[in-house]
């Protein structure tokens, strides 16, 4: 990276005047001219801060404090992307926790759903009996001891069936909603899965060239003033 100009001087110049024109702090003119990149004025008149016209001068592209407050801007970004990234990890951990307890719940309802079947086959003998009890009712006015006992348990399963067949449209229906719900979850859950892993994988390969890009600076900004 260049991180050094060069000047010609001219006639009427001096180091502080050059480096005021320049931009950079005329306070660092004999750290600048004691520099290594300038050795050769030195070498040439042995004497800090000589120059004359013609003489090729070595100038810092950039003062000491934009030096100083650019890496400060870089560590303060390269802090920003370690707490993304920490903040993803905690996003992915909270999405793994998400997940499980989705599925533990998911497994409890399908062992309710799969006590469906069963209890099909207990509504249609709770069907044949309610039919059962019609006939015993038109049999009731016999009288006779047991079939009106007939009728009163008739009645009981009836009325347990006709509760349990509501129950059971109810189960089916909710099995169906939960089960898309469940789908729509774990796609939603899947999509930002993959949007975080991107992310953290982005700040982190960021974070990374930030880290270089300040070292590069580091050692410019040493190299240059010291």
Same mark, same amino acid.
């Given at each position: ?7 010609? /001087?001219?006639?009427? &110049? ?16 004999? $750290? $600048? ?14 004497? $800090? ?12 592209? *950039?003062?000491?404090?934009? *030096?100083?407050?650019?890496? $400060? ?47 099909? &086959? ?61 789908? /729509? ?23 990374? *060239? ?17």
């Amino acid at each position: 990276m260049k991180f050094l100009v060069e000047h010609e /001087v001219k006639k009427g &110049e001096g180091m502080i005047g050059i480096m005021k024109r320049a931009g950079l702090d005329s306070k660092d003119w004999k $750290v $600048v001219y004691q520099k290594s990149y300038n050795a050769h004025l030195k070498k040439a008149y042995g004497k $800090v801060g000589h120059i004359r016209p013609g003489d090729k001068v070595m100038l810092p592209v *950039m003062s000491r404090k934009e *030096m100083d407050d650019l890496i $400060v801007k870089i560590e303060t970004m390269s802090k920003d992307l370690t707490s993304l990234i920490a903040a993803d990890l905690a996003t992915l951990s909270k999405l793994k926790s998400l997940r499980r307890v989705k599925r533990d719940k998911w497994k409890a309802y399908k062992k309710i759903r799969s006590d469906i079947q069963p209890k099909r &086959e207990s509504k249609k003998i709770a069907e044949e009996m309610t039919k059962h009890c019609i006939e015993v009712d038109t049999k009731s006015t016999t009288g006779l001891g047991q079939e009106v006992k007939a009728i009163v348990n008739c009645a009981t399963l009836y009325g347990n069936s006709k509760a349990f067949v509501k129950n059971l449209k109810t189960l089916e229906a909710e099995y169906v909603v939960k089960k898309l719900d469940s789908a /729509v979850a774990d796609a939603a859950v899947d999509a930002l899965e993959t949007s975080v892993f991107a992310r953290r994988k982005l700040a982190s390969a960021a974070g990374k *060239m930030m880290l270089k890009v300040e070292n590069v600076f580091r050692k410019m900004r040493y190299d240059t003033y010291g």
